[in-house]
């Protein structure tokens, strides 16, 4: 069983709306989690990184949050735009160390 | 961050064949990462790389399939061996988890 579920696996928004994205994990012990954004055909980009006492972090319009209790956390895009549409992954390390747990990626579609 | 440059970015490669992928990093890093990313599936990782010692693999991949090279702290290459349309994927190096390289998408005929 995935260590890292991502939901929902794929959602189409208009350009100009809001639209969060979900992770949930069962990753323990807890170093830290990621966003990224894939590209079709490309690499993977960070987005975001948060450790266990960090609650939110926000580069431009994506902001992420996370609760280590629960072990969720969540992506919101602000006013998407059409370079937006992509897949994003949630990436959950255990420690310094630790392999990388993979989400599946939530593959976003804007559309005009 | 380490910048990395990977290539070739895209091939397309007759089946028996090999392909080797380079990954150039812009600093000295002690850990390279080599994933594969199968058409509409997150990323698997296939081993890892340290400079001066036998890359370590994960369940399901083995070095005569994936033969790694790490000659030095900035350099890694990946080598996917008697290619089939089941290898077909994008390939990705990452440095201490954290960046990755732009990928390189393999298509086997």
């Known amino acids: 069983k995935n260590q890292v579920e991502q939901s929902p696996q794929s959602l189409i928004i208009l350009e100009g709306k809001n639209c969060t994205l979900q992770?949930?994990?069962?990753?323990?012990?807890?170093?830290?989690l990621r966003w990224y954004k894939q590209d079709t055909g490309r690499g993977p980009v960070s987005l975001t990184i948060m450790t266990f006492s960090e609650n939110t972090k926000s580069n431009g319009r994506y902001t992420a949050t996370l609760d280590a209790d629960t072990k969720q956390s969540s992506l919101h895009i602000t006013a998407s735009q059409l370079s937006d549409s992509a897949s994003y992954i949630c990436v959950v390390q255990a420690d310094s160390w630790g392999k990388l747990q993979f989400g599946a990626g939530t593959q976003v579609v804007v559309t005009p | 961050s380490a910048v990395i440059s990977q290539k070739p970015s895209r091939d397309i490669c007759q089946r028996g064949t090999s392909l080797t992928i380079q990954c150039q990093v812009d600093?000295?890093?002690?850990?390279m990462f080599w994933y594969r990313q199968q058409p509409g599936q997150s990323l698997t990782l296939i081993a890892t790389?340290?400079?001066?010692?036998?890359?370590?693999?994960e369940s399901g991949f083995v070095i005569d399939k994936f033969p790694i090279s790490r000659p030095n702290l900035t350099f890694s290459t990946l080598t996917v061996s008697n290619l089939s349309p089941e290898d077909s994927s994008i390939y990705l190096c990452?440095?201490?988890?954290?960046?990755f390289g732009s990928g390189t998408r393999l298509t086997v005929v």
């Open positions: 990452s440095v201490e988890g954290y960046t």
């Open positions: 992770c949930n994990y069962t990753v323990s012990p807890f170093s830290n």
């Open positions: 790389a340290n400079q001066g010692s036998e890359a370590t693999y």
């Open positions: 600093s000295q890093v002690t850990m």
